[in-house]
Structures are given as C-alpha cells and as structure tokens.
Nanobody, 128 residues
C-alpha cells in the first residue's frame, strides 16, 4: 500500500499562488518506482488530470494551459511531490488530488484509471 496526503490548499484571490504538497509513504515499496500525478475535480465536473512526475524529475502536463501556470516538482528524500500554482483563476477552484502508480515514466497521457493509490484531496478556492 501507498499512502498519500495532500496539503497546502486554501482560499486565494485571483492572480495569487499556492503550493500544494503530496506526501507519500509506504512500508512495502520503493517509491522511486512510482510516478505521482495531480488531478483536480471541480464541483459538478469530471476529475481531470493536471501533471505527472517520476522519480527522475521528468514531468508531463495534461495541457499547455496547465503547464503555463503550474509547475510540478518532486523531493525524493522527503517522498513529497509539489504543485506550484501561479496566476490562479476562479476556474481553478476545485478539490486537488494526488495519485500514484507503479511506473518509471509518466507517459504521454495521464489517465485516472491508471492510478492505484489516491489521497483524500485538498480544497482550493480562488475568489475575490
């Protein structure tokens, strides 16, 4: 089993920034062999992929619009993945989740069904 705990959500004004954290832990596996992705789900909408990163720091972004404002990074020593979100917009309001799956590369597409372990989510609200 892999446990994931997100943190860093909150309320921010449009144009502001937040950094989300995803702390991973396991007593069974070597996390170097897991990729970790970020997803979000806005009220009434499907969960959408944002980005993915492997232990080597190679990352994939689901869309150019995400890549322009969000940056994913990983600290293997701390078993933590970060999502730096800048220039936030009201439409970024959602619950943000991290997820993990056993793989060494993220691949070209980030698909929800490929991920086996999920955190509980952290809420981000962008509002003036």
């Amino acid at each position: 089993q892999v446990q994931l705990v997100e943190s860093g959500g909150g309320m921010v004004q449009p144009g502001g920034s937040l950094r989300l954290s995803c702390a991973a832990s396991t007593s069974t596996y070597n996390l170097d062999y897991f990729v970790i992705a970020w997803f979000r789900q806005a009220p009434g909408k499907e969960r959408e992929a944002l980005s993915c990163i492997n232990s080597g720091g190679e990352s994939t972004y689901a869309a150019d619009s995400v890549k322009a404002r969000f940056t994913v990074s990983r600290d293997n020593a701390k078993h933590t993945v970060y999502l730096q979100m800048n220039s936030l917009k009201p439409e970024d309001t959602a619950d943000y989740y991290c997820a993990a799956t056993r793989a060494t590369v993220c691949g070209l597409e980030i698909k929800r069904r490929d991920y086996d372990y999920w955190g509980q989510g952290t809420q981000v609200t962008v509002s003036s």
